[in-house]
């Protein structure tokens, strides 16, 4: 009897395609509600298009229109500028899931798994049982290969129901793909339109439009002409690896000595490395990596955690960079009007299990943002946004672990999400991005990815901290001033009337009631520069001497354009003037041009201050070294060469992030 049922059930089993798994399980790809179907449908196409784009080096060109079939049906249509699809390839990439390019490839991507643009056509096969229609030309072809597909889920092969030669017009080359699926349109948060504005922001070099069921048609166009670095494929490396991926590696390598096979299949391994491996492996360097053991391996394994290895190296990556996260944050926000841009923060790379990153931060203030409401956060992963699970994310995880209290928003508690007129925006680059699900929705928390953006935070937030201390200080004392300026000359001229005499000079008697060194910047924009002046008023009873410090952006000074010549300027873009007296009530204006800059790329220079008490000065921060060391974060600033210059090149005892980039120098050594 009990062969029998086992034999019952044998015949029961057979294989699962991957494509049925997905088919009754697509809620994990972000298929699961009508509004989010119709959203992860556009998102795996533009960024197919993007990806595509960049690989070619193609400035892009992405058109998205949404019709409505009806009540609950859509047609999505797709189309962009990329270098097209050679027309074998073109069922393949549309009908078959876990088909693609860049699984293999160790480098900074938006689509890796080979699931997304087929996964999109599944469920649009699934919920309407129409088929997606295909149409793609290269650069030699004449003509268009329009083809019109459906998958096969069982076998997990494309169905070519028809295809043809098409006359694209005014097309060069590049892919339209439309498909009709179940879903349901919205406006708002999570809505089509905020992922294409959030795609816009982190793709400066990206021109978008978008045409809404209602035919509204919105152009987000693009603010630069440079194209993101070209990220280059590297090895893996040996950090972290695990046990079955070396033998499958050792298995499948062409090298026939085991130090070899460690040089050439890994990146970051020397040769004097490899020989320390199999040294402390207890292993020949001459072995031949396919006789490789279980038991060899697992030495290998733990020889590698015992030799010092260096770093992944970086080129694998693309990062925004700071000035182009400000134009496309100005871009795309200009409606909102923001007073305060907080200068972007790029973090250097970092490692988490043998996986390069790297993560920026920008913070915006102020202008019509609410200030009752928690602050938007905007989370990218490889120049994507990241529209849902907010809450497991990373990123919302680290924006919460910061005391934004100390930084000029209201925190209740001092943890969680602030809140304030204010967008917070994080993103994350890597070769191999931790998410959460296939739906790649939410940023697992790595501890070491969190640290970072959790650093980062903390930097951008203390230029945000200067900016509201700066703001809030010249308001209150901008007020006293007026008050002094209004009522002094009516309280001297009314009586110099009754007691018959001049009015006398009030300049002396207005410095002893404000007793500060008022400090003004202006910028302004001119025939492709920006003319920088910066104004000292001393306002007390006696002259004032103190050093003066102004960070641009690199390489942009115009040195001869400097009217007051400085003590020390450098072409990181950190300017040093050495104030040897200003004369009471009087005012000295600096100025100076910045040259190679775009308009929005400059609105505001960081200013500071050393040799002077910094409660006599509004308009101005002193020197970070200055701060108290009770600081929560004691971080070297952007003008740790100015501390040095100021204590004389004594050594200095910098804690927290310091430390670590010092022993992370030391071990590289």
């Not at 295809?163 to 179940?182: A, M």
């Not at 018959?500 to 008697?509: C, F, R, S």
Request: glycine content about 6%.
């Amino acid at each position: 009897m009990a062969r029998s049922i086992a034999e019952e059930l044998a015949k029961k089993q057979k294989e699962i395609s991957v494509s049925e798994f997905f088919e009754r399980n697509k809620h994990i790809l972000g298929f699961d509600t009508l509004t989010r179907s119709l959203l992860t449908a556009v998102k795996e196409g533009v960024d197919n298009s993007l990806d595509a784009c960049e690989e070619a080096n193609i400035l892009p060109e992405i058109f998205v229109e949404i019709k409505q079939v009806s009540r609950n049906e859509y047609l999505l249509i797709s189309e962009d500028n990329g270098p097209g699809i050679v027309k074998k390839q073109i069922p393949h990439i549309f009908g078959r899931l876990l088909y693609g390019s860049r699984f293999h490839a160790i480098r900074q991507s938006r689509g890796q798994q080979g699931i997304g643009i087929s996964a999109a056509v599944m469920h649009g096969q699934l919920t309407t049982g129409k088929p997606t229609k295909v149409k793609s030309k290269t650069s030699k072809e004449d003509v268009a290969h329009e083809i019109t597909l459906m998958m096969d889920t069982k076998r997990n092969r494309p169905e070519v129901l028809k295809q043809d030669f098409v006359i694209w017009e005014g097309k060069e080359h590049g892919t339209r793909v439309e498909i009709h699926l179940k879903g349901k349109y919205i406006k708002g948060k999570q809505s089509v339109f905020e992922y294409l504005k959030g795609t816009a922001i982190v793709n400066p070099h990206a021109q978008v439009t978008l045409i809404e069921p209602d035919n509204t048609k919105t152009e987000f166009k693009r603010v630069t002409d440079k194209m993101p670095p070209t990220t280059k494929e590297i090895k893996p490396h040996p950090e972290g690896i695990e046990l079955g991926i070396l033998m499958k590696m050792a298995k499948a390598t062409k090298a026939k000595r085991m130090t070899s096979f460690l040089t050439q299949d890994f990146s970051r391994i020397s040769s004097r490395v490899a020989k320390e491996i199999c040294e402390k492996a207890e292993i020949e360097p001459t072995m031949r990596p396919t006789r490789l053991k279980l038991d060899s391996a697992k030495r290998v394994i733990d020889a590698i955690k015992q030799v010092k290895i260096m770093s992944p190296q970086t080129d694998c990556l693309s990062p925004i960079g700071e000035l182009l996260i400000k134009k496309g944050l100005k871009n795309v926000l200009e409606d909102q009007r923001p007073d305060f841009y907080a200068p972007p923060v790029t973090r250097d790379p970092g490692v988490y299990s043998g996986n390069p990153f790297q993560v920026e931060v920008g913070v915006v203030h102020g202008g019509d943002l609410p200030s009752d409401a928690p602050v938007k956060i905007l989370r990218f992963a490889n120049r994507v946004p990241l529209l849902y699970q907010q809450g497991g994310c990373a990123c919302t995880k680290a924006v919460e672990n910061v005391d934004w209290r100390r930084y000029g928003l209201e925190q209740r508690g001092g943890k969680g999400i602030p809140y304030g007129p204010a967008i917070i925006l994080v993103h994350v680059a890597s070769t191999k991005i931790p998410f959460t699900s296939e739906a790649k929705e939410a940023i697992a928390e790595i501890p070491e990815i969190r640290e970072e953006i959790e650093w980062a935070l903390r930097r951008c937030a203390r230029r945000l901290q200067i900016h509201i201390k700066k703001k809030v200080r010249k308001k209150k004392t901008r007020e006293k001033f007026d008050i002094v300026q209004t009522i002094l000359p009516k309280i001297a001229e009314k009586s110099a009337k009754i007691v018959g005499k001049p009015v006398p000079k009030l300049e002396p008697i207005i410095t002893k009631i404000m007793d500060v060194v008022w400090i003004d910047d202006l910028v302004e924009y001119e025939k492709g520069k920006h003319n920088v002046t910066i104004s000292l008023y001393n306002y007390t009873s006696s002259r004032k001497k103190f050093n003066l410090y102004a960070v641009v952006p690199e390489g942009s000074i115009d040195e001869k354009s400097i009217s007051l010549k400085p003590t020390r300027i450098r072409k990181s873009g950190k300017i040093r003037w050495e104030l040897r007296a200003i004369p009471s009530t009087e005012k000295i204006d600096i100025t100076f041009r910045l040259k190679g800059l775009d308009k929005d790329d400059f609105d505001e220079a960081e200013i500071y201050v050393s040799g002077i008490n910094p409660v006599q000065v509004i308009g101005a921060e002193p020197l970070p070294g200055d701060w108290d060391l009770d600081e929560e974060i004691q971080e070297p600033s952007t003008l740790d060469d100015f501390i040095e210059e100021e204590q004389g090149d004594e050594e200095m005892e910098v804690i927290g992030e310091a430390d670590e980039e010092v022993e992370e120098v030391m071990e590289n050594d």
